[in-house]
């Protein structure tokens, strides 16, 4: 039985005293939970974050790294050095980063790579356009982002990268989809992977669904047969409704 992990996108949001009061609040709120709990945060919070984390079940992760392990690169930040610091979570190729960062599936797939060097776990963002949605090639586009991010991996680095399936027209829009659209498009994710790793990769390995992700929405999403939890964005710069999507089935 795969287990859920619910994460949270802070994206650039909450400075270092703001970010100490959200895990503050949440800790207590979350310590019951079945599920993993993340929260990805800006560089400027990854420090603080981590220290006031510590003694709770919540888990830390960046938002971002270079596919360098250092060098004249300059702004970035490597898999190293967060590792130095004892961060455990890195989100790669989040749909923002594509679209106003020049990311491309090679550089996903250069990363990712970079994190498992550095002993890091990478959370992947795959997802359709409202487009490309439109044009009823979803399940094309999102397979062969799947299958682009993981190439050149093992079965078992498959087994430990979790992907999260954000339609893009979703993200930051309200919208959602529903959780039979969303579960069809985790299920299609999860046969590319059976077809090239095999049964017990596609099995283990957790697939989320982000895209305006609430309380409100998240026991429907999250009870689907293979929607593993969710990457929840704005819901998740807030203790009391985050919290109430990592307590979806209680």
């Known amino acids: 039985m795969r287990k859920k992990v619910i994460a949270g ?3 650039m949001n909450m400075l270092p005293n703001e970010a100490i009061s959200m895990i503050t609040e949440l800790a207590p709120l979350v310590k019951d939970t079945n599920s993993e709990v993340i929260l990805c945060v800006p560089y400027t919070d990854l420090f603080y974050a981590l220290l006031t984390a510590q003694e709770t079940n919540i888990k830390i992760g960046a938002q971002n ?3 360098e392990e250092k060098g004249a690169y300059t702004g970035e930040v490597s898999g190293q050095m967060l590792k ?8 790669i190729g989040h749909s923002e980063r594509r679209q106003y960062f020049a990311e491309t599936d090679e550089t996903v797939n250069k990363k990712i790579k970079a994190a498992f060097a550095n002993g890091l776990k990478p959370i992947v963002c795959v997802g359709e356009t409202l ?3 439109e044009a009823g090639i979803t399940e094309q586009i999102i397979t062969n982002q799947t299958k682009l991010a993981l190439e ?3 079965n078992e680095q498959v087994k430990n990268t979790i992907i999260a399936y954000e339609p893009i027209w979703a993200i930051g829009t309200g919208k959602t989809a529903t959780s039979e659209d969303a579960n069809n498009s985790i299920k299609a994710i999860r046969n590319k992977i059976l077809e090239i790793y095999g049964n017990e990769v596609a099995e283990d390995v957790i697939i989320q669904y982000g895209g305006s ?3 409100s929405n998240a026991k429907e999403l999250f009870g689907a047969s293979d929607i593993d939890g969710g990457l929840v964005g ?3 710069l807030k203790a009391e409704e985050f919290s109430k999507i990592v307590n979806y089935d209680k």
């Not at 130095?84 to 989100?91: K, L, R, T």
Request: proline letters at 0%; charged letters at 20%.
């Open 84 to 91: 130095s610091i004892g961060v455990e979570y890195v989100i």
């Open 152 to 154: 050149g991996l093992t």
């Open 9 to 11: 996108n802070w994206k």
């Open 131 to 133: 487009e490309q949605k």
């Open 213 to 215: 992700v609430k309380s």
């Open 234 to 236: 704005g819901a998740s």
């Open 65 to 67: 790294m270079h596919w």
